[in-house]
C-alpha cells in the first residue's frame, strides 16, 4: 500500500516516507467480519482511498531470431579457386524475415557477404561459415557449417602414384610422381597442406595405424607450375 501511495506522491526523502507511512495507518479499519478465529482484528486498507498512479515497468517479450544455412551442407568439400555459394534463411517471431540482414563470415577470411545469399572463392584449407542476424530487439542469432577445400585438379601435367604397406602400428604410403619442373613441391592429404618436398619424385608418409584400416588421398604441387596433380586415393 505505501508503494502504490509512492507511485503517486513521489516521496523525496525519508520524511517524506515517513509521512506517507502514518497516511497509511491511519486509513485502516476494522469495518469487517474477522472469521479467522485469531480473535485479532487487523485494520482493513482499501488502497482505492489513495487513487494511486499505477506506472507499468515491463516490457513487451522479446524472442530470439532463427537462422538455417539451406546450402552446402555441412562438411561439404570443394576444388581450390571454384566459386562456392551459401544460401540461408532467418526468421523473427517478432520482425518476421530477417534473411536480407544475415551477415555471412569467414573463419579464416572474415566477412564474405550479406543477405540471403552469398558466394566466396576460397584457397585450399578447412574453412568456418557463419550466418549471423540480429533482430530489432538487439537479440543476435547464428549457425555454422565447415566446408574443406581441396587442391584444384593439375590435369596431366603431374602423374601421382600411391602404394601402402601396413602393419599392427603403423601404414607407410609411398608416392611416386613425374611431370613437375620445380626445384621443391608441395604434398596435400586429404584436401590440406601435408610438407614440401624436394622435387625428387618420391616420398613416404608413415601413419599411425590406430584403428587397423583406413584411407587417404594425395595431391602434388608444382611451385613453378602452380598446378596440381589429379588425387590419388590410397587404402589400407
Known amino acids: 500500500a505505501l508503494a502504490l501511495l509512492a507511485s503517486k506522491n513521489k516521496p523525496k526523502n ?13 486509513a485502516g479499519n476494522s469495518n469487517w467480519t474477522d472469521d479467522s478465529g485469531d480473535d485479532v482484528q487487523e485494520p482493513l486498507l482499501d488502497v482505492g482511498t489513495f487513487a494511486p498512479a499505477l506506472i507499468a515497468t515491463g516490457g513487451s517479450t522479446n524472442s530470439p531470431p532463427t537462422v538455417s544455412i539451406t546450402s552446402p551442407n555441412n562438411g561439404a568439400s570443394f576444388a581450390s579457386g571454384a566459386t562456392i555459394d551459401f544460401t ?13 540482414s544475415i551477415v555471412w563470415t569467414s573463419v579464416p577470411g572474415g566477412q564474405i557477404g550479406t ?15 557463419t550466418a549471423e542476424v540480429t533482430d530489432s530487439g538487439g537479440l543476435t542469432a ?7 577445400v581441396n587442391p584444384s585438379s593439375g590435369g596431366d601435367s603431374i602423374t601421382l ?7 599392427r602400428n603403423w601404414v ?12 621443391e613441391v608441395q604434398i596435400y592429404k586429404d584436401g590440406k597442406y601435408l610438407v614440401t618436398t624436394t622435387n625428387d619424385g618420391s616420398y613416404t608418409d ?11 588421398t594425395y595431391q602434388v604441387f608444382d611451385n613453378d607450375a602452380g598446378t596440381y596433380s589429379d588425387p590419388v586415393t590410397v587404402d589400407w
Open 14 to 26: 525519508a520524511t517524506n516516507i515517513y509521512d506517507l507511512y502514518e497516511q497509511v495507518i491511519k
Open 88 to 100: 540461408g534463411t532467418a526468421i523473427d517471431a517478432e520482425d518476421d524475415s530477417l534473411t536480407d
Open 115 to 129: 543477405g540471403g545469399s552469398a558466394s566466396n572463392i576460397f584457397n585450399e584449407g578447412t574453412y568456418e561459415i
Open 142 to 148: 547464428s549457425n555454422s557449417i565447415n566446408i574443406i
Open 161 to 167: 602414384t600411391a602404394t601402402s604397406k601396413a602393419n
Open 172 to 183: 607407410v604410403v609411398n608416392l611416386s610422381w613425374s611431370g613437375a619442373s620445380s626445384t
Open 206 to 216: 608413415k601413419i599411425a595405424n590406430t584403428a587397423g584400416y583406413g584411407s587417404a
